[in-house]
């Protein structure tokens, strides 16, 4: 899966990734190859990505708005 992380500072990731978990409004979520398309807002924690090479990389954000498209993709806009 395809994923872009942009937060105020600019692009925080881009890259491929086995998965991403977040924390939203609804709970925490995890997303996976061929997720669902949704769009969620997020509440604050850490972007948890592990990368196609098996690394795990976070990314703290207080907002934002996680979306996942089809065609294999993800975004997330952090604040």
């Known amino acids: 899966m395809k994923l872009r992380v942009i937060t105020l500072k600019g692009i ?3 890259g491929e990734i ?3 978990n977040a924390k ?10 061929n997720h669902r398309p949704l769009v969620s807002i ?14 795990k990389e976070t990314i703290k954000a207080d907002s ?5 498209r089809p065609g294999n993709e993800a975004s997330v806009i952090a604040g």
Do not use: H, M, N, R
């Not at 934002?64 to 996942?68: A, N, P, S, Y």
């Open 12 to 14: 925080a990731y881009e």
């Open 18 to 20: 086995k998965s991403l």
């Open 24 to 33: 939203t409004v609804a709970g925490e979520i995890t997303i996976l190859d």
């Open 42 to 55: 997020l509440k604050k924690g850490e972007l948890k990505i592990v990368t196609k090479a098996g690394q």
């Open 64 to 68: 934002g708005f996680l979306e996942v």
